[in-house]
């Protein structure tokens, strides 16, 4: 029996060697959306996929079980620092001290900014692309 979607995405995240909570968190997919893919219960939509795409895997095989594992040009997921990672606990420590409805509106405020963050680097990034073609 060929392995699924699921399967093939268990293997990649314990070759990245992360738990389940790990690799939520990296991704940004909540953790019990990643236990259904795994358990073969739900199928990535798009979102997710550009998401796990992220870490490295080759979409091809994760999808169709064709290919390498890895995305070519790609060998893991980017490694975080130590510091990075202490501030993402001590962020994660903070939200828990508070109410839900001040947490949810925190996390709201931090998603929109990082958002905004993210899409201002990938046109500096389009930017830089279509100065290196044109230089």
């Known amino acids: 029996m060929k392995p699924t979607i699921g399967k093939r995405l268990k293997a990649w995240r ?3 060697g992360l ?3 790990e ?5 940004g997919l909540h953790i019990g959306v990643v236990r259904k893919y795994e358990n073969g219960v739900n199928v990535p939509g798009g979102e997710a996929l550009v998401a796990i795409g992220k870490t490295g895997v080759n979409l091809n095989w994760l999808l169709l079980g064709q ?10 997921y980017p490694a975080f620092d130590d510091a990075y990672l202490r501030k993402i606990d ?5 939200l828990d001290g508070l109410e839900e409805d001040r947490r949810n509106a925190v996390l709201e405020e931090i998603f929109s900014r990082v958002q905004e963050a993210k899409r201002v680097a990938d046109l500096e990034e389009l930017v830089r692309e279509m100065a290196r073609k044109l230089g």
Request: with cysteine; aromatic share 4%.
């Open 19 to 21: 738990t389940q909570e």
């Open 14 to 16: 314990k070759h990245l």
């Open 90 to 94: 001590a962020v994660k420590g903070l």
């Open 23 to 27: 690799f939520s968190s990296r991704t």
């Open 67 to 76: 290919g390498d594992m890895c995305a070519e040009g790609e060998a893991k």
